[in-house]
């Protein structure tokens, strides 16, 4: 019985969290502001996510999150921007608890992208 009541927790953790990752993203400043002058009638809005895993321990859960945000003009031959958050959260009924950081590639160095 133990067993099913802590997959059941597991469970509801983590549609928690994907639940709320988009939104916390798409209601920070920084992309309020960014996307405050992109009407919908002149560019395509898109936000994805990728789970970064999980995990639950005897103080709560604690999950990650890489969230996507493609904006493209609708012109033709217009290029995309696109803005990566991890967005990261503890005990899935605090909603408060969740942090998000923008990611940068462009602090990659030669050495940390492998070629074949």
Not at 4 to 22: D, G, Q, V
Not at 23 to 45: C, G, M, R
Request: charge should be positive; hydrophobic fraction near 40%; include cysteine.
């Amino acid at each position: 019985m133990k067993a099913i009541l802590i997959l059941l927790l597991l469970f509801s953790s983590n549609l928690f969290a994907e639940e709320i990752a988009i939104d916390v993203v798409k209601t920070h400043p920084e992309i309020i502001d960014f996307l405050s002058n992109k009407p919908a009638t002149q560019y395509w809005i898109k936000f994805s996510q990728m789970s970064l895993g999980s995990e639950c321990g005897f103080a709560g859960c604690q999950w990650r999150k890489l969230v996507s945000l493609v904006v493209t003009s609708k012109k033709s031959n217009a290029p995309s921007i696109t803005t990566l958050a991890l967005v990261s959260g503890q005990n899935s009924s605090n909603t408060d608890s969740t942090n998000v950081e923008f990611v940068e590639l462009t602090k990659l160095t030669a050495k940390s992208i492998q070629s074949k």
